[in-house]
Nanobody, 117 residues
Framework: QVQLVESGGGLVQAGGSLRLSCVASGSIFSISTMGWYCQPPGKQRELVASISTGGSTKYADSVKGRFTISRDNAKNTVYLQMNDLKPEDTAVYYC???????????WGQGTQVTVSS
């Protein structure tokens, strides 16, 4: 069973930066498209950014130009560099694998990001 452990969240002022990390156990990381998702208070979880096995990236319009997703296959880790943070970025952030979502839809505990104005 794949385990996903997110870290790096915290409280930051608007305009600040954070770098989230997600370590995935198991052997599927290198063959997975990995994604970062956010779940704002009272709202549904939504995709923020994704990165394919080949390094192709996609971003939600709301974060384009501010967030950067990257991966290190040797470390089974995916990152989300978050710059110029806004109060509306406040959410719990999760990572996941396209394969894990398809097979079991299981999720890690997430990491809380809070941006103060």
């Amino acid at each position: 069973q794949v385990q996903l452990v997110e870290s790096g969240g915290g409280l930051v002022q608007a305009g600040g930066s954070l770098r989230l990390s997600c370590v995935a156990s198991g052997s599927i990381f290198s063959i997975s498209t990995m994604g970062w998702y956010c779940q704002p208070p009272g709202k549904q979880r939504e995709l923020v950014a994704s990165i394919s096995t080949g390094g192709s990236t996609k971003y939600a319009d709301s974060v384009k130009g501010r967030f950067t997703i990257s991966r290190d296959n040797a470390k089974n880790t995916v990152y989300l560099q978050m710059n110029d943070l806004k109060p509306e970025d406040t959410a719990v952030y999760y990572c996941n694998s396209d394969i894990v979502k398809a097979l079991s839809d299981s999720w890690g505990q997430g990491t809380q990001v809070t941006v103060s104005s």
